[in-house]
């Protein structure tokens, strides 16, 4: 076993001294050396200015103010171009064969991966060493404490390996340079605005701590406070934004967890580096072997464990009403919002698990080539199938314990709604408590059992035609009819997606935002109707593939 | 593992979905030993030397590269393999010097030594001059064999290349040939996929014949080669009269076909061994053709080769 010593000395890299090689010759690399250094001086300039000289504010506060452009312009070169360039280097290396040939030298396959991870962004980095001089200017004029700077570039860093080994990780699986780019440029767009954004408005606050934001709002936002140097304003009667207001999006705050809050700043060091880890696993497994899945079974089965886990200690401060989410429809009293969150926390629950379930299961369903591959390697080792924890292995053993899994994290986060007393007006009103459970159980059977008869590609044409296609006839059908009735149900529930959202619904009376009393009986039938083609569905899906496994066989 | 083959293959077997590219291949390579798998194209020679090189992950079967089970202890098996793929690509934003630098930093060789070790493997493929140019620069042939000088790299003990040659110019094989005659020379083996097979006769040692994924043949390069070209032979006659009625008797016989005629003279191509030629020569003395001649001739390695796969 090597050392971290070893792993990270990036002076005995070989993989490493290529890219400073290619990547850092003076004809290449000029460009990008004047353009960061001209764009970079033009910002702090004008900014610090126009601040200074046209504002009145004072030299510190202005100088502290620059703090947040400089961190735009090192993001967008180190987390935006960087990502880009290690995803597309690396499919690139892919495509020539020449990663082949480092394959076959003795380097190990973490120490390759460490290699392409700091090379491959190298311009990048050296592109933000020349944004130090400005990042000096901000600090000592801002007088911004050491502390300070060090937390959030150490934020910085971890954010940026984590968005680099996500390109890594994508680069490994993809087959074309420019997919490999805009798939990790994506990615980059999504862990920082959109998790953020919408799953922490969900109450699955620990997605935003993906990003850099968190700690930004805990370690630079204060130091904007202009009040320590300026008198503030006086109070006008309608300030169109409040204190909660701001809340909105919680950056800064304290992470809550169980009975517990946690710093943001430690909380995102943790959850990045558990995923630097995962990636680097992945990458190191497709290194090994580009046959082989990115994630096995059992690691598959291990991170749905820990966002579990997750999910439910941010769900549960929610329950203990300690934080709120749901803003979006308005009402800030969480007595007011108790019917919404008996219903909305489960839907999200089922929701996230499910759609983190599709992911997981698309990394560990074998291929039908590898099925057969993996009953020939068996039988010809004198055994019936692949070992359950093989890649080969079709093992629906391991798919009853995802859905296992998921269904302990319901009970638990159900159980201790109702303990806290949101279920309580349910009482008498006939709802079947067991139906969302029972649907949401049957979906995750039912998309393991697609992924396994139709593979990917089939299984994209059904998201399309049976998932998001009845859905959108409804809604021109109501729209048309200009009412809910069980004709659009009914076709919406065919898809498993309304499904789950319908068998959420309460039963009668209960107006709310999710529920418009007129409506109630459409969507009861709808639930029990979706329920029906999901049972048939995965029952043909069941039979399909015991046939095509005899066919294979 | 010192007096172990350098390379044992048992019973391998590599599919894609339902296509099987090799089937149940087995094979030991002994030191020194230059093996050609010749086959034409899609006859599994890529498939078995990337599962060689343990970048394909085969069926099933088992691989021993000197000793070392190449999917049970693989870095012991690669640390003495050299792996020169088909079409073999350079870095193109590395110069030739730079790009022998970091597979020798791979290899673990730091300093005076990897530097002595990169020169002594440019001048051995002849490209000291061309150290400073840029891969994308360099043509087909000098590309080859810039790949070359990086397998030699490390010293192999066991060299796999796919289709080599491919873009040389006479000179550069001949020279690729002398090298790899002199790695053999001291100890190395070497397996080098091929489908022109007389681009092989003259530097392997041994050969094999892929078809359809199956080994049709293999052994030592001269009594491969003699087996088969025994079977399949062009045979002469020459007769009196009654040419057309001995047309039609060869044409009766499955063992014969492109026959042709001119004149008084019939050529065709039969296969058997030297006593189905004895027989079927005395077959027509005994139906009273009246031969003036009975000749035969020993087909090219090409013809020998299609022959060989045709009848398959």
Redesign the interface.
């Known amino acids: 076993m090597q050392s971290a010593a070893q792993l990270l000395n990036l002076r005995d890299n070989p993989v490493f001294h290529r890219f400073r090689r290619s990547q850092l010759r003076t004809r290449k690399a000029i460009f990008w050396y004047l353009a960061t250094l001209i764009i970079t001086t033009f910002v702090v300039s004008i900014t610090y200015l126009s601040q200074t000289n046209f504002a009145q504010i004072p030299g510190e506060f202005a100088a502290r103010t620059l703090w947040m452009p400089l961190l735009v312009i090192q993001g967008l070169i180190v987390l935006l171009k960087g990502t880009g360039r290690t995803a597309s280097g690396l499919v690139q290396d892919k495509l020539d064969q020449t990663l082949d040939y480092q394959r076959l030298t003795p380097v190990t396959p973490l120490r390759n991966v460490v290699g392409y991870l700091f090379g491959l962004p190298i311009l990048e980095y050296t592109m933000f060493a020349l944004t130090l001089p400005h990042l000096a200017f901000v600090v000592v004029k801002g007088n911004i404490p050491l502390g300070t700077v060090f937390s959030v570039y150490l934020v910085f860093f971890v954010c940026a390996i984590f968005y680099h080994m996500t390109a890594v990780a994508v680069g490994m699986v993809m087959k074309r340079w420019i997919w490999g780019y805009l798939l990790s440029i994506f990615s980059v767009a999504f862990l920082n605005l959109i998790l953020p954004t919408l799953a922490s408005q969900l109450g699955l606050r620990f997605l935003q701590y993906l990003s850099i934001f968190p700690v930004i709002g805990q370690e630079v936002a204060p130091l904007m406070n202009m009040q320590q140097f300026v008198p503030p304003p006086p109070q006008t009667s309608a300030t169109p934004f409040n204190e909660n207001d701001m809340a909105f999006l919680s950056f800064g705050d304290p992470v809550p967890f169980f009975e517990w809050t946690l710093s943001p700043f430690w909380f995102t060091l943790l959850l990045q580096s558990a995923l630097i880890v995962t990636l680097a696993t992945m990458a190191v497994r497709r290194w090994q072997k580009e046959t082989k899945h990115s994630l096995s079974k059992p690691y598959a089965l291990g991170i749905l464990g820990v966002f579990i886990v997750l999910a439910t200690g941010n769900l549960w401060t929610v329950i203990t009403r300690e934080s709120l989410p749901f803003m979006l429809f308005g009402s800030r009293d969480i007595d007011q919002l108790s019917d919404v969150l008996a219903i909305g926390l489960p839907m999200v629950y089922t929701m996230a698990v499910w759609l983190l379930c599709l992911f997981l299961y698309a990394n560990v369903v074998p291929t039908h080539h590898d099925y057969v591959r993996g009953v020939r390697r068996a039988n010809k080792l004198d055994r019936a199938a692949a070992r359950p924890w093989d890649d080969d292995s079709a093992n629906l053993p391991f798919m009853m314990l995802f859905v296992a899994f998921a269904l302990v994290g319901y009970f638990v986060l159900y159980g201790t709604m109702s303990d806290a007393g949101y279920m309580s007006f349910l009482e008498g009103t006939g709802f079947p408590q067991w139906r969302l459970p029972l649907v949401f159980g049957l979906v995750l059977v039912y998309s393991f059992m697609l992924l396994q008869v139709l593979q990917q590609r089939g299984t994209v044409l059904t998201v399309l035609l049976v998932w998001l296609l009845p859905i959108l006839v409804a809604i021109v059908a109501s729209a048309a009819i200009q009412d809910l009735t069980p004709l659009q149900t009914v076709i919406a529930s065919l898809s498993p997606l309304a499904t789950i959202v319908m068998s959420g619904m309460l039963p009668s009376g209960h107006v709310s935002p999710f529920n418009p009393g007129s409506e109630i009986a459409a969507l009861r039938i709808g639930a029990w109707t979706g329920m029906v083609f999901l049972i048939a569905q995965t029952a043909f899906l069941w039979w399909r593939w015991r046939q095509l496994r005899e066919k294979l066989h | 593992m010192e007096h172990a083959p350098a390379l044992t293959i048992d ?1 391998l ?1 590599v ?3 339902d296509f099987t590219a090799v089937e149940d291949l087995s094979l030991t390579l002994g030191p020194g030993e230059i093996f050609g798998l010749v086959g034409p194209n899609g006859a599994g020679k890529t498939s078995t030397i990337r599962v060689l ?5 085969p ?2 079967g088992e691989v021993r590269i000197l000793g070392h089970d190449l999917f049970e202890e693989p ?1 012991a098996a ?2 003495k ?1 050299g ?1 020169m ?1 088909d079409l ?7 110069k030739v010097w ?1 790009f022998l ?3 020798a ?4 060789y730091h300093g005076s030594e990897k530097r002595d070790r990169v020169d002594w493997c440019l001048g051995r493929v002849k490209l000291a001059d061309k150290r400073d140019v840029f891969g994308k620069a360099l043509s087909r042939g000098m590309t080859q064999r810039v790949v070359l000088a ?1 397998t030699l790299l490390h010293d192999p003990k066991l060299l796999l290349l796919d289709e080599p040659a491919s873009g040389m110019d006479p000179i550069a094989r001949r020279d690729m040939r002398l090298i790899l005659q002199e790695l053999a020379a001291r100890g190395a083996s070497i397996v080098v996929s091929s489908h022109i097979l007389s681009e092989l006769s003259d530097m392997c040692t041994s050969v094999g014949i892929m078809h359809n994924g199956k080994l049709l043949r293999s052994g030592s390069m001269a009594s491969t080669l003699e087996s088969i070209q025994a079977e399949t032979a062009i045979i002469r006659i020459e007769l009196i009269e009654a040419v057309e009625s001995a047309q039609t008797r060869l044409e009766s016989d499955d063992r014969i076909d492109e026959i042709s005629v001119e004149g008084s003279r019939i050529s065709f191509r039969f296969r058997g061994d030297k006593n189905d030629q004895s027989e079927l020569l005395r077959v027509l003395v005994r139906e009273n053709f009246r031969l003036v001649s009975f000749s035969i001739r020993e087909s090219g390695i090409e013809s020998v080769l299609m022959s060989l796969i045709e009848s398959e």
Not at chain 2, 88 to 94: E, F, G, N, T, Y
Request: aromatic share 14%; glycine share 6%; proline share 9%.
């Open positions: 019973n077997r599919d894609y979905g090189a343990n970048l394909l992950e069926t099933y870095e690669l640390e393999l792996y793929p073999a690509p350079v870095i193109p934003d590395l730079e630098d970091l597979y930093h791979s290899y673990g990086k």
